[in-house]
């Protein structure tokens, strides 16, 4: 997560998408809500959780959360604007920690992004049946308290856990990172670190399909087999084998990098500096490489950014939600035609969030990790 991220996430928006969470302090607001409006309860004999139960220092580790069934009630009509939904997907992702670390109180459930079954309403753009996406807690039920923040579903011919990567935040990343940020060019060599992952897969897609030379790192032989024969990477390696990464970009982009999409920073970012073209772009959408170290890696061969005239900018997806709705009409045609290939790596159950989570920072999963709370 860029540094803008981190030190500017509002109170009452994500700083990913503009979405709310309402977690702050589920047990003060819940009490709050029921004293407000005693007439409109509705009660939840078990709500499960995943809780922040250790503060993160270094590595995020299972040990850091727990699960836990709550028996409190929860109240639907809370107030003007207030939805109770039924959590059916979480996803898991590198903003996750960032959203721990910084926004949620030890003892409350965590939030992300997830799926939902709208149970009862308040909003007038929401009835009951309801199913949308955007930031909910980790856990069976929630009380979203912004509701107009989130995206009502239309389009249910696809999976519903789609909407969690493909048609949620990493599918509006990757598109408006590539066409909107990077200004690609058809021919350009394009490079993708951590390409294996939710976001990354579907660069290296749209830049194939623009007409794009595609080139990713990843962290397993698997993985870098999966990205040249299932995704159509023209290239790949395992930055892991790899005991000279200029050496690695310099075989697999002889003639250097026009585009590097960045989502891993440190070591990797210093040694594409070294391999970008003149004009090149670097697009900074993450720095998972640094997210679990309490002393962050130095950058040292950023002259180059003025030798070779290269223009590097970090983005946050929120600044381009108003461009969903042609996203939609872009990604939805390719996935019916198959042009899109999509691939979840899926966790039954919330009791299995904590280690799939933790899992996402060693790159256990390949593609969109994703828990299932409650499959309709």
């Known amino acids: 997560m860029s540094a803008y991220l981190i030190t500017h996430l509002p109170i009452n928006t994500s700083a990913l998408f503009g979405y709310v969470s309402n977690q702050s302090n589920p047990r003060r607001e819940r009490k709050a809500m029921e004293k407000e409006n005693n007439d409109a309860l509705v009660e939840v004999m078990s709500n499960k959780q995943v809780i922040y139960r250790e503060q993160v220092r270094g590595s995020l580790k299972e040990t850091n959360l727990e699960v836990r069934t709550?028996?409190?009630?929860?109240?639907?009509?809370?107030?003007?604007?207030?939805?109770?939904?039924?959590?059916?997907?979480?996803?898991?992702?590198?903003?996750?920690?960032t959203i721990i670390k910084y926004l949620t109180q030890l003892?409350?459930?965590?939030?992300?992004?997830?799926?939902?079954?709208?149970?009862?309403?308040?909003?007038?753009?929401?009835?009951?049946?309801?199913?949308?996406?955007?930031?909910?807690?980790?856990?069976?039920?929630?009380?979203?308290?912004?509701?107009?923040t989130c995206f009502k579903i239309k389009h249910t011919n696809v999976p519903l856990s789609y909407y969690t990567g493909l048609l949620g935040m990493p599918g509006m990343?990757?598109?408006?990172?590539?066409?909107?940020?990077?200004?690609?060019?058809?021919?350009?060599?394009?490079?993708?670190?951590?390409?294996?992952?939710?976001?990354?897969?579907?660069?290296?897609?749209?830049a194939k399909m623009f007409g794009c030379y595609v080139v990713g790192s990843t962290g397993s032989k698997e993985?870098?087999?999966?990205?040249k024969t299932k995704f159509g990477f023209d290239d790949a390696f395992n930055?892991?084998?790899?005991?000279?990464?200029?050496?690695?970009?310099?075989?697999?982009?002889?003639?250097?990098?026009d585009i590097y999409f960045e989502n891993v920073g440190g070591k990797m970012l210093d040694a594409v500096l070294l391999n970008m073209k003149l004009h090149g772009r670097i697009t900074v959408c993450g720095m998972i490489s640094q997210y679990n170290l309490q002393q962050r890696e130095g950058i040292h061969n950023l002259m180059n950014l003025i030798l070779k005239r290269v223009r590097m900018e970090g983005f946050v997806v929120s600044d381009y939600q108003h461009l969903y709705p042609k996203f939609l009409e872009t990604v939805?045609?390719?996935?019916?035609?198959?042009?899109?290939?999509?691939?979840?790596?899926?966790?039954?159950?919330?009791?299995?969030?904590?280690?799939a989570l933790v899992g996402v920072f060693s790159g256990r999963n390949v593609g969109k990790q994703v828990v299932v709370v409650s499959r309709e």
């Open 70 to 97: 709550s028996s409190e009630r929860l109240k639907a009509n809370s107030g003007p604007g207030t939805i109770f939904v039924k959590n059916l997907y979480l996803a898991c992702d590198p903003y996750n920690l």
């Open 107 to 148: 003892g409350s459930p965590v939030t992300g992004y997830g799926v939902a079954r709208v149970l009862e309403s308040r909003h007038p753009n929401f009835k009951k049946g309801d199913l949308v996406w955007g930031i909910t807690g980790w856990e069976e039920y929630s009380i979203i308290t912004a509701p107009e």
């Open 173 to 206: 990343t990757a598109y408006a990172g590539f066409f909107e940020v990077s200004s690609p060019k058809k021919g350009e060599t394009v490079f993708i670190s951590a390409a294996a992952g939710a976001v990354g897969l579907l660069v290296g897609q749209f």
């Open 223 to 227: 993985k870098v087999d999966l990205l």
């Open 239 to 257: 930055y892991k084998e790899e005991l000279d990464l200029d050496a690695a970009l310099k075989r697999c982009c002889p003639e250097g990098i």
């Open 332 to 355: 939805l045609p390719q996935i019916k035609e198959g042009k899109i290939v999509y691939t979840e790596d899926i966790a039954e159950g919330l009791e299995s969030g904590p280690a």
